[in-house]
């Protein structure tokens, strides 16, 4: 591999990401050559050649790794208590190994150890770790897939694998993949781990019932606060109650409507509900929402559990809001397959979006961020984003009621925070249906594969 092959952009941002999410001690670059700062903001960043790192693997035996801190080139020496408690990188730094098998099945024993390893190849050279019959395929994807190839026979399957960016060209013409301690391939939920969603909603009767049978399908129950629709959400969700069972509908407030809507007060009744279960996952949820889990092959319950598993109390999501493309959506229908495009969620709100947790002895707090996130003490937030798929807006005549009905609705005193001005940009001659070529066309693997960062960190979205 070229020797000037730039560094991937996103890879030291999703390292310092990691970092923060794992409380890790330090990032361990294992492949710097100097260059450019990282500009990590970690407790300590390390420089430490990859020949040296694969020499504590090849021995096996208990030893220290000695490196250099970045910001000041003076020598740091990493024992195996600060080795468990890191993220290493090693970024485009196999073109030169003369067996990068070995290479990567060392690094995938480390991350049995480390809190994860991040490695990157720039796929124009990925090439070059393949034979000579490897290398004839021609075109991008031939390489990404033989490289894929190589990880997946090692005995430590990576987490996650996808593209990312290059520093040089801005395009994802980089492989990602990412290893960690994740069960990921032991997912079997006992049937007594039931979270519960919580769930607002007002006026869905076209797509609320689907929500809450997805829910309930998924082995998750649910409690329901209806703020009294005017259509059939409270009856339709009130029939799924009785012919299932696993879902609570009450109207809120109890006995009768306020002139505002008042989203705090809901918060509230949320946090009040919650906290009636200690040690339950709860999950707080609107109505027009999907929510799923950072691998297309397990279901959120399955990767709710994997993050209890692993020691963390609270689960961050990533915002895809997607959009009508036409007229086509009628009630009834499943979103998830009527709609396949979407955009990521940019709104600063959209960035903080801790909505799931297990519920301790203490409430949690809701309504001070606005519904945003739930806070709480000795918050641990999973390493990985979920995936929040958005439906807001479904045609022209109900993205139309729903937006201006609902200004009127708006507590003035929650205006004054600042709250719900994500609808303030739309006017009533909009059109409300989106250009597909302005808009990304949604598939369960392959959106996953390219947009791995921005799925799982947020990183890139707003570039």
């Known amino acids: 591999?070229?020797?000037?092959?730039?560094?991937?952009?996103?890879?030291?941002?999703?390292?310092?990401?990691?970092?923060?999410?794992?409380?890790?001690?330090?990032?361990?670059?294992?492949?710097?050559?100097?260059?450019?700062?990282?500009?990590?903001?970690?407790?300590?960043?390390?420089?430490?050649?990859?020949d040296?790192?694969?020499?504590?693997?090849?021995?096996?035996?208990?030893?220290?790794?000695?490196?250099?801190?970045?910001?000041?080139?003076?020598?740091?020496?990493?024992?195996?208590?600060?080795?468990?408690?890191?993220?290493?990188?090693?970024?485009?730094?196999?073109?030169r190994l003369h067996d990068p098998s070995r290479a990567l099945e060392c690094l995938s024993q480390f991350s049995r150890r480390a809190s994860a390893v991040i490695l990157t190849v720039a796929e124009a050279a990925a090439g070059e770790l393949m034979n000579d019959a490897d290398r004839s395929r021609e075109g991008r994807n031939a390489l990404t897939v033989e490289f894929e190839g190589l990880l997946?026979?090692?005995?430590?399957?990576?987490?996650?694998?996808?593209?990312?960016?290059?520093?040089?060209?801005?395009?994802?013409?980089?492989?990602?993949?990412?290893?960690?301690?994740?069960?990921?391939?032991?997912?079997?939920?006992?049937?007594?781990?039931?979270?519960?969603?919580?769930?607002?909603?007002?006026?869905?009767?076209?797509?609320?019932?689907?929500?809450?049978?997805?829910?309930?399908?998924?082995?998750?129950?649910v409690h329901v606060l209806d703020n009294w629709s005017i259509d059939e959400t409270f009856e339709r969700l009130v029939a799924i109650s009785a012919a299932r069972g696993g879902v609570k509908v009450e109207r809120f407030p109890i006995n009768e409507p306020t002139t505002y809507y008042e989203w705090r007060a809901i918060l509230e009744k949320k946090e009040e509900l919650a906290w009636q279960f200690p040690g339950r996952w709860i999950i707080h949820q609107d109505s027009d929402e999907l929510r799923r889990s950072p691998w297309p092959e397990i279901l959120?319950?399955?990767?709710?559990?994997?993050?209890?598993?692993?020691?963390?109390?609270?689960?961050?999501?990533?915002?895809?809001?997607?959009?009508?493309?036409?007229?086509?959506?009628?009630?009834?229908m499943n979103p998830e397959t009527a709609f396949r495009y979407f955009e990521f969620g940019r709104e600063p709100g959209y960035f903080s979006q801790v909505k799931a947790w297990r519920q301790g002895k203490e409430r949690v707090r809701l309504a001070f961020s606005g519904g945003h996130e739930a806070d709480f003490t000795a918050r641990r937030i999973f390493p990985y984003k979920f995936l929040l798929k958005h439906y807001p807006l479904r045609n022209r005549t109900q993205a139309r009621q729903k937006i201006f009905a609902r200004l009127n609705r708006f507590d003035p005193k929650e205006l004054a925070l600042g709250w719900h001005n994500h609808y303030n940009k739309y006017k009533a001659e909009d059109f409300f249906l989106w250009n597909p070529s302005e808009l990304i066309e949604f598939d369960e693997r392959e959106t996953r594969h390219l947009f791995l960062t921005e799925m799982i960190s947020g990183i890139g979205i707003m570039d």
């Open 1 to 50: 591999m070229s020797a000037d092959l730039m560094r991937p952009m996103d890879v030291y941002a999703l390292a310092r990401f990691l970092a923060e999410r794992t409380e890790a001690y330090a990032i361990i670059d294992a492949n710097y050559e100097g260059g450019a700062t990282s500009n990590l903001n970690s407790t300590l960043h390390v420089r430490v050649d990859l």
């Open 52 to 95: 040296a790192i694969l020499a504590v693997c090849r021995d096996g035996s208990p030893k220290i790794l000695i490196g250099a801190d970045a910001k000041t080139g003076q020598r740091v020496e990493i024992d195996e208590a600060a080795l468990d408690r890191s993220v290493i990188v090693c970024s485009n730094g196999f073109g």
């Open 152 to 221: 997946d026979a090692l005995p430590g399957r990576p987490t996650f694998t996808g593209l990312t960016r290059g520093l040089q060209s801005r395009l994802k013409d980089t492989f990602l993949a990412i290893f960690d301690r994740c069960p990921v391939n032991s997912t079997t939920v006992p049937d007594s781990f039931r979270p519960l969603a919580i769930i607002a909603t007002h006026n869905d009767q076209d797509v609320a019932p689907q929500v809450i049978n997805d829910l309930l399908d998924g082995g998750i129950e």
């Open 300 to 332: 959120l319950r399955a990767g709710i559990y994997v993050s209890d598993r692993m020691g963390f109390n609270a689960i961050d999501f990533t915002v895809c809001n997607f959009r009508p493309i036409d007229d086509t959506f009628t009630e009834g």
